[in-house]
T-cell receptor
Framework: DADVTQTPRNRITKTGKRIMLECSQTKGHDRMYWYRQDPGLGLRLIYYSFDVKDINKGEISDGYSVSRQAQAKFSLSLESAIPNQTALYFC???????????FGPGTRLTVL | KNQVEQSPQSLIILEGKNCTLQCNYTVSPFSNLRWYKQDTGRGPVSLTIMTFSENTKSNGRYTATLDADTKQSSLHITASQLSDSASYICVVASGGGADGLTFGKGTHLIIQP
């Protein structure tokens, strides 16, 4: 079984809809991250969490919110989706900030 | 501002040939440098992670080098295979904290038969 899983893998939605992307991990890591990837722009950090009670904004948090329900679960929400949020979204975990990150398989989100 | 620049943006080589990808960074303070491989439509997977004191690290046919003085790293792929077709991302970590990670935009490598 994969160490980091994301659901759904693909989602098409309409402008204004609320969307939740979910991430689960079995690596036992405290640190979890949400990134979006756009062609030509690389990976950009949306939110990160060092533990259940510690959540921080990343480079591009506007229009997004997160919830850390447990050590193993970190959800990303788009309260009112807009077309420029169409992107590939990745969840990642790491043991510490100095260790490698383990990425999930990604969620391809299309907002019409 | 911390930056990571990768070159070339894209590269096409024939199967069996070697290639070298470049990463230049202006990140301070420096903690470590990572290379990731990302297959199309999938999440990045770590290839190597190098600290200040390491100047070469291998993972199979992948060899990464680091020159901390010139702030340059390279990823050399030997005897390329079709499965090496992917994007290769250089990431530099600086002194802790999630926002201490600076990502390059990647090099898109295509291996042709």
């Amino acid at each position: 079984d994969a160490d980091v899983t994301q659901t759904p893998r693909n989602r098409i939605t309409k402008t204004g809809k609320r969307i939740m992307l979910e991430c689960s991990q079995t690596k036992g890591h405290d640190r979890m991250y949400w990134y979006r990837q756009d062609p030509g722009l690389g990976l950009r950090l949306i939110y990160y969490s060092f533990d259940v009670k510690d959540i921080n904004k990343g480079e591009i948090s506007d229009g997004y919110s997160v919830s850390r329900q447990a050590q193993a679960k970190f959800s990303l929400s788009l309260e009112s989706a807009i077309p420029n949020q169409t992107a590939l979204y990745f969840c990642a975990t790491s043991k510490t900030s100095y260790n490698e990150q383990f990425f999930g398989p990604g969620t391809r989100l299309t907002v019409l | 501002k911390n930056q990571v620049e990768q070159s070339p943006q894209s590269l096409i080589i024939l199967e069996g040939k070697n290639c070298t990808l470049q990463c230049n960074y202006t990140v301070s303070p420096f903690s470590n440098l990572r290379w990731y491989k990302q297959d199309t439509g999938r999440g990045p997977v770590s290839l190597t992670i190098m600290t200040f004191s390491e100047n070469t690290k291998s993972n199979g046919r992948y060899t990464a080098t680091l020159d901390a003085d010139t702030k340059q790293s390279s990823l050399h792929i030997t005897a390329s295979q079709l499965s090496d077709s992917a994007s290769y991302i250089c990431v530099v970590a600086s002194g802790g904290g999630a926002d201490g990670l600076t990502f390059g935009k990647g090099t898109h490598l295509i291996i042709q038969p």
